[in-house]
């Protein structure tokens, strides 16, 4: 079983950017495919972006597309969500996520094999 811990959530200006890390522990980092996932208050969880294993393949919900980056350093055991040109609705509390098959916005998050604590995100207008 892996262990996730996201880092660099915070208060962001409309407009601003922020970059998620999540650290992964545990079995091999690079045999997992990872996912960014969040939910905003009184809203279920939903998907953000995805990596594959070695970082080939990316998937991005279409509100982010051109506005987010995910990438993964297999070397450091983390993955990165780049976050710009922000906007209040992406104000969440944003989760890693981690799976032995590849994540796309189609998968369900309770199938996930690991989750992390998550990082709360706040964009003022």
């Known amino acids: 079983q892996v262990q996730l811990v996201e880092t660099g959530g915070g208060l962001v200006q409309a407009g601003g950017s922020l970059r998620l890390s999540c650290a992964a522990s545990?079995?091999?980092?690079?045999?997992?495919?990872m996912g960014w996932f969040r939910q905003a208050p009184g809203k279920e969880r939903e998907f953000v972006a995805a990596?594959?294993?070695?970082?080939?393949?990316?998937y991005y919900v279409d509100s982010v597309k051109g506005r987010f980056t995910i990438s993964r350093d297999n070397a450091k055991n983390t993955v990165y969500l780049q976050m710009n040109s922000l906007k209040p609705e992406d104000t969440a509390v944003y989760y890693c996520a981690a799976d032995l098959f590849l994540i796309t916005q189609a998968t369900p998050p309770k199938t996930l094999d690991a989750w992390g604590q998550g990082t709360r995100v706040t964009v003022s207008s």
């Open positions: 545990g079995r091999t980092f690079s045999s997992y495919a």
């Open positions: 990596i594959s294993w070695r970082g080939k393949n990316t």
